[in-house]
Structures are given as C-alpha cells and as structure tokens.
C-alpha cells in the first residue's frame, strides 16, 4: 500500500511539473523584488491567489486517469495484492506521459508567446 501512495505522489508531482510548464508563459504575475520582499507591486495580490488554484486543480485534473484505472481494476476484481502494484505502476506511467507531453506543449506555447512574455517581464521589471 505504501508503494502506491508513493507511487501516486511522484505521479502528481510529475504532473504538477508538466502543468507548469504550459501554465508559466501563459499566466505571469509579478513578483516582490528581493531587496525589497515584502513590497507588494499592483494587482499582485488577485494573481497570487488564482495562479495557483488553476495550477493545483490543473495537476489534479491530468492525474485523473490514473483514477479511472484504479476503479476499472477494482471494478474487474483484481486481487487486493495485485491492485496496488498496478495503481502504482498506472500513476507513474501517467505522471511521466503528462510531464513528456505537457514539456512539449510548454515549449510550443512559450515560442509562440515569447514576445509578449519578454513584454510582461520588462512590464513587471518597470514596477519595481
């Protein structure tokens, strides 16, 4: 059983990764500087709160088949041995295949939007 929750915890890792690959050129929000951490530049505090839902739901959201497999598996009786085993073997294929992907569709996007985001950044470097 622990092999699976760690098994699970790599996956969601790996795709929490995968995700952030794609969600980072796509949704910026500036930052404090760090000689000054505890200035707050505007409309940082909005930003702050839903990025990370967005990236925490996102990584739960491509970890769902895993989810799925461990109902089939349980639904067509697998011994309560062997189910583990293949949870944990379907979280780390899924979290590798998520990550593998979600790299690549990452860089897509940031070759797409590298203009803008060179744009926010001279934006957010402008409100320190």
Do not use: K
């Not at 461990?70 to 293949?86: E, K, T």
């Not at 899924?94 to 926010?120: F, M, S």
């Amino acid at each position: 059983m622990s092999v699976m929750f760690w098994a699970l915890s790599v996956g969601l890792g790996l795709c929490a990764v995968g995700v952030a690959e794609v969600i980072s050129p796509v949704f910026m929000y500036p930052i404090a500087p760090a000689d000054r951490p505890f200035s707050t530049p505007q409309g940082r505090a909005a930003s702050q709160a839903l990025i990370p839902l967005i990236h925490m739901f996102g990584s739960m959201i491509v970890l769902l088949p895993t989810g799925l497999v461990a109902m089939a598996l349980a639904m067509a009786g697998v011994s309560d041995a062997g189910l583990p085993w293949c949870v944990a073997l379907a979280a780390l294929l899924n979290g590798v295949g998520v990550l593998a992907l979600w790299t690549w569709l990452g860089g897509i996007v940031l070759d797409e939007r590298q203009l803008t985001v060179l744009d926010h950044l001279r934006d957010f470097a402008s409100l320190q």
